[in-house]
């Protein structure tokens, strides 16, 4: 079975960074896409970045310039470098993938950044 456990969520302030990580099992993971979500209290869940099997990316305009998402296909791991962190970031993030046309979901890692 498909699991995805992530990690590196944590409170840092207004202008800091950080590397949030995501470890990926029971897939072939280098063949498909691997997405970080994020959700805030109340709202819906938001795609932030998204990685193809080619290692092209594609991000949220509220995040292009500041984070860089990665992965690393020996080790089956998923990774979000967050730079330049704005309180608007603060949410639980979520590592997401489709895979045999269902979707999972890891268990969420919070990010808070303060003013």
């Known amino acids: 079975q498909v699991r995805l456990v992530e990690s590196g969520g944590g409170s840092v302030q207004f202008g800091g960074s950080l590397r949030l990580s995501c470890a990926a099992s029971?897939?072939?993971?280098?063949?498909?896409?691997m997405d970080w979500y994020r959700q805030t209290p109340g709202n819906q869940r938001e795609l932030v970045a998204r990685?193809?099997?080619?290692?092209?990316?594609n991000y949220a305009d509220s995040v292009t310039g500041r984070f860089t998402i990665s992965r690393d296909n020996v080790r089956n791991r998923l990774f979000l470098q967050m730079s330049s962190l704005k309180p608007e970031d603060t949410a639980v993030y979520y590592c997401?993938?489709?895979?045999?046309?269902?979707?999972?979901w890891g268990q969420g890692t919070q990010v808070t950044v303060s003013s």
């Open positions: 990685i193809f099997s080619s290692g092209d990316t």
């Open positions: 997401h993938t489709k895979y045999r046309e269902m979707a999972f």
């Open positions: 029971g897939m072939n993971f280098r063949l498909y896409s």
